[in-house]
């Protein structure tokens, strides 16, 4: 919470990365993460600045599902795009 004191600063985030996936529903992929945050409080009783500096490769898995649509009362709708 601030309680109506200055708060000044910059966050800068970005993410570069390529999935691939071999099934319909699982993948894998690789990214780079790049993160930083400075905060400058403007008050008196408080003399430090907050500085986080986070980046590095990351591995991971990557599960993906999608609802089909309902059949309407024609009984289509359901199964376009594969879905059935």
Same mark, same amino acid.
């Given at each position: 919470? @601030? @309680? /109506?004191?200055? =708060?000044?600063?910059?966050? %800068?985030?970005?993410? $570069?990365?390529?999935?691939?996936? !071999?099934? #319909? @529903?699982?993948? %894998? ?9 400075? *905060?400058? !409080? #403007?008050?008196? +009783?408080?003399?430090?600045? $907050?500085?986080?500096? =986070?980046? /590095? !490769?990351? *591995? =991971?898995? &990557? *599960?993906?599902? &999608?609802?089909?649509?309902? !059949?309407? +009362?024609?009984?289509? /709708?359901?199964? #376009?795009?594969?879905? &059935?």
């Amino acid at each position: 919470m @601030n @309680n /109506g004191k200055s =708060l000044s600063g910059h966050i %800068v985030h970005a993410v $570069l990365g390529a999935e691939w996936f !071999p099934r #319909q @529903n699982v993948g %894998v992929g690789a990214e780079y993460f790049f993160s930083r945050s400075v *905060l400058h !409080p #403007q008050k008196q +009783a408080c003399s430090g600045d $907050l500085d986080i500096k =986070l980046d /590095g !490769p990351s *591995l =991971l898995v &990557r *599960l993906r599902f &999608r609802a089909c649509p309902t !059949p309407d +009362a024609s009984g289509t /709708g359901a199964g #376009q795009d594969g879905c &059935r």
